[in-house]
């Protein structure tokens, strides 16, 4: 049990502030966020969606969907959003505490919170004893922003640290049909949008190469890696790093190609879907 490991960054903020700021407005709303821990957030300035998504390992319209926010664009400075845990969180507590003000806190049943903390008599809850609430899994995590953001646009964010080197489209003799960001050897590639793995290996030209499908008509290419850290199968968050960058294939230099692969066959151009921010 990792019942008085605090594990979560805004631990703080949470055993100091949640009881007072968020217990009345953590309803949860549509059934796909059932199961699901929320932690609290309040909104800095300087913060937007996009920095706390990542942060967290979420993309932005994922967070507008969960807070109801209709422009994710637009975020307020002491805004409280709630974002889902996807590590344990530590709840210390305190009077007035009982499992079903916590399981309302926490999106969970009152069961869930007992049955992993080996709670038997649940009548009082002792004060000052922390209960460890189980964060997602990472496949709980990756299904539950495919489902939010079923309605919203498809958006990428920038798989690797780097500078545009190659556009999409026509080349004299041939067609290129991704973009290519150039990119110091070895940088961590990460998953432009939450997904599944479809393919990770040599490929061809591509070199080393991983493919994950969005589950939306959509899936994204990796390519020209020195090392592959995903294999087809493995769900991964948006963010997570999924290869480190490399020059293998037919490559002139260290850098990733992003492609994006339409279901219905062909590509489009990546820089469509791709966020401004980096
Ligand atoms: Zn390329």
Redesign the pocket.
């Known amino acids: 049990m990792k019942k008085l490991i605090v594990t979560m960054l805004c631990s703080v903020f949470w055993l100091t502030n949640a009881h007072m700021a968020l217990a009345d407005e953590l309803v949860l709303p549509a059934s796909c966020y059932q199961g699901s821990t929320f932690i609290g957030y309040t909104v800095k300035d300087g913060d937007s969606l996009y920095k706390i998504g990542l942060h967290y390992g979420f993309d932005a319209y994922t967070l507008a969907a969960i807070n109801d926010i209709i422009d994710p664009r637009v975020i307020e400075v002491g805004q409280q959003l709630k974002i889902p845990a996807t590590e344990d969180v530590s709840h210390e507590i305190i009077a007035g505490d009982s499992l079903y003000s916590l399981a309302n806190l926490y999106g969970m049943t009152p069961m869930e919170i007992a049955m992993a903390n080996d709670l038997w008599d649940t009548e009082v809850l002792p004060v000052g004893v922390s209960l460890s609430i189980p964060g997602l899994s990472r496949a709980q995590a990756v299904s539950l922003q495919l489902s939010a953001r079923a309605e919203l646009p498809f958006v990428l964010q920038y798989p690797v640290d780097g500078v545009i080197s190659?556009g999409y489209g026509q080349r004299s003799n041939e067609f290129?049909t991704?973009t290519?960001i150039a990119c110091e050897y070895g940088s961590e590639v990460k998953a432009a949008q939450s997904g599944q793995v479809v393919s990770a290996g040599w490929d061809g030209n591509y070199g080393y190469a991983v493919v994950i499908d969005h589950k939306n008509g959509y899936k994204t290419r990796y390519?020209h890696n020195s090392q592959l850290l995903v294999e087809a199968g493995d769900v991964v968050a948006v963010g997570q790093t999924i290869a480190l960058a490399g020059s293998t294939g037919r490559s002139t230099g260290p850098h990733v190609?992003l492609e994006v692969l339409k279901a219905t066959g062909g590509t489009e151009n990546p820089m469509r879907f791709l966020t401004k921010e980096k």
């Open positions: 190659s290129h991704g290519d390519a190609h």
